[in-house]
Nanobody, 123 residues
Framework: QVYLVESGGGLVQAGGSLRLSCAAS????????MSWFRQAPGKEREFVAA????????FYADSVKGRFTISRDNAKNTVYLQMNSLKPEDTAVYYC????????????????WGQGTQVTVSS
């Protein structure tokens, strides 16, 4: 059974930082593109950031560019999302996903998803 498990979410004040982790188990993801998505209350899930299997390329939604950084450690089968200068509008459940279409915003291009971790940013 393959699992993606997110962690690191929580409550933080505006301007603060959090680092999310996505640990994979069941198989290695060293050749997969990995992405983060998020879903705010009452809104559709949206793309946040992506990285290629070798971290050579990264891609970000305009709303997080310059504030969030995606990275991965293939030796640990883990992907990270460093979130700085957080804003109340970043409040959402954050999901990691594995696929083979780097940077795709289409959810059907991803074949594994985590269960999500809640991030709440207070003003």
């Amino acid at each position: 059974q393959v699992y993606l498990v997110e962690s690191g979410g929580g409550l933080v004040q505006a301007g603060g930082s959090l680092r999310l982790s996505c640990a994979a188990s069941g198989r290695t993801f060293t050749t997969d593109a990995m992405s983060w998505f998020r879903q705010a209350p009452g809104k559709e899930r949206e793309f946040v950031a992506a990285t290629t299997w070798n971290s050579l390329y990264t891609f970000y939604a305009d709303s997080v560019k310059g504030r969030f950084t995606i990275s991965r450690d293939n030796a640990k089968n883990t992907v990270y999302l460093q979130m700085n200068s957080l804003k109340p509008e970043d409040t959402a459940v954050y999901y990691c996903a594995a696929g083979n279409d780097f940077g795709s915003r289409r959810e059907d291009r991803y074949y594994y998803w985590g269960q999500g971790t809640q991030v709440t940013v207070s003003s």
